[in-house]
């Protein structure tokens, strides 16, 4: 009998000690999503959509609904000119249309068409705890192009989204990922600095060789497709702003309700086919919309050229505005040195990998100290810190 009596003891303690470790994980899963939530709300509660003004909104504010897509014959590849793209009523079908369901997909679209805005709006949802949002335990968001030289999706996380004193380590977010059902962000896989490098397991995670049970979204550029993924994985494309979707915006945020203010910045970018031609990007749109909103003379634009010249303009003429003579003096020497950023913008996009994104130092050596700090304060520059694992510090 005392053997038996001596198993039962060692069985009751092995279940006590399981399920103390449960508690544990079960602990340190709530501490990761508090501070994930934490994260996240500073995100999508201080949206700039213009650089050059000073006026912050909320992701649930902000954002309003682009014409987005799925293509039905994803998985059988073929010839462009017979791929059939289907119309989903809403973002939040991606996760709810037994046509679209799966557990790879890639978001693509052109630059400016909301592929960010979109991946903070899911986000905002999961915090919120909203159908179909709810769904997931965790939702995770990283933004690629702060992932230079992570050696790993944990290290990733902990870098980018967990408080600098937080007591989880990479181990303890492997274990809660591998317990919950998890939704997966990757958000701007055209500016990873990474990509097929084989440096990181982001490809693995992609290929769904790393988190087969995770949801994954990859959000790109559609001119930058990652050329190995998962035989599963779905294709979805954002195809930019209707014109109900416009009026909205206008409506909401740039007239701020104002019927009348909302009707004559609509009519004037109706009267530019350049302008209407333009407004189907998101990121020109809100531009356009904001400085017609503040100078009737941009309903002149006759390209995107003059669009872009403007708002450089207007950069700086918002900060003039608070200056000093001697600083608006000043200013005009420095924008002589427009020439010096203008170059260095040029060599990135043009080269076989396109880089939009310098260190601090090297930047300022390029373009002078004081053009860079203009840059930086009027909104055409803006600093990220971001985690070095070469020097184990955070870099500019």
């Known amino acids: 009998m005392s053997w038996k009596v001596s198993l039962q003891n060692r069985q009751l303690a092995l279940g006590e000690r399981l399920d103390k470790l449960q508690d544990t994980l079960q602990d340190k899963k709530t501490k990761f999503k508090k501070q994930l939530r934490n994260k996240y709300k500073k995100l999508f509660g201080g949206i700039r959509p213009v650089p050059f003004l000073r006026e912050k909104y909320n992701i649930e504010k902000l954002y309003v609904e682009s014409e987005i897509k799925f293509l039905e014959d994803s998985q059988g590849g073929g010839n462009h000119d017979r791929q059939k793209w289907t119309r989903l009523s809403s973002y939040k079908k991606i996760f709810t249309d037994s046509r679209v369901k799966s557990k790879r997909y890639i978001v693509d679209g052109e630059p400016g068409i909301g592929k960010s805005t979109l991946a903070l709006r899911i986000t905002h949802d999961w915090c919120l705890e909203t159908s179909p949002m709810d769904d997931f335990e965790i939702v995770i968001l990283l933004r690629l192009r702060q992932c230079k030289k992570s050696p790993s999706f944990y290290s990733a996380i902990k870098q980018q989204l967990l408080p600098k004193d937080s007591k989880l380590s990479e181990n303890d977010i492997e274990n ?29 995670i992609i290929t769904g060789e790393m988190l087969p049970d995770c949801d994954v979204i990859l959000m790109t550029r559609t001119s930058c497709l990652p050329e190995d993924v998962s035989c599963e994985t779905m294709r979805i494309r954002m195809w930019g702003f209707e014109n109900a979707a416009r009026h909205t915006y206008i409506r909401n945020v740039v007239a701020r309700g104002d019927a009348e203010k909302a009707g004559k910045i609509n009519q004037l970018l109706n009267e530019n086919p350049v302008i209407g031609g333009l407004c189907t990007i998101p990121l020109f749109f809100v531009m356009i919309s904001y400085l017609i909103y503040e100078n009737e003379s941009c309903r ?4 995107s050229t003059e669009l872009l ?13 608070k200056k000093t003579d001697e600083n608006k003096r000043n200013d005009r020497k420095l924008a002589k040195d427009h020439h010096k950023l203008d170059k260095v913008a040029f060599e990135g996009l043009s080269g076989d990998i396109q880089q939009t994104s310098w260190k601090r130092d090297k930047i300022r050596g390029r373009i002078g100290d004081d053009f860079y700090d203009d840059c930086v304060r009027v909104g055409i520059l803006i600093e990220d810190d971001v985690f070095d694992f070469d020097t184990i510090e955070y870099k500019t």
């Open 176 to 204: 809660i990922l591998n317990g919950s059902t998890t939704l997966v962000i990757l958000d701007g896989y055209d500016e990873f600095p990474g990509k097929g490098s084989g440096e990181t397991n982001i490809e693995d």
């Open 309 to 321: 010249r403007l708002v450089v303009a207007c950069f700086h003429g918002h900060d003039e505005i």
């Open 300 to 303: 002149n634009l006759r390209s």
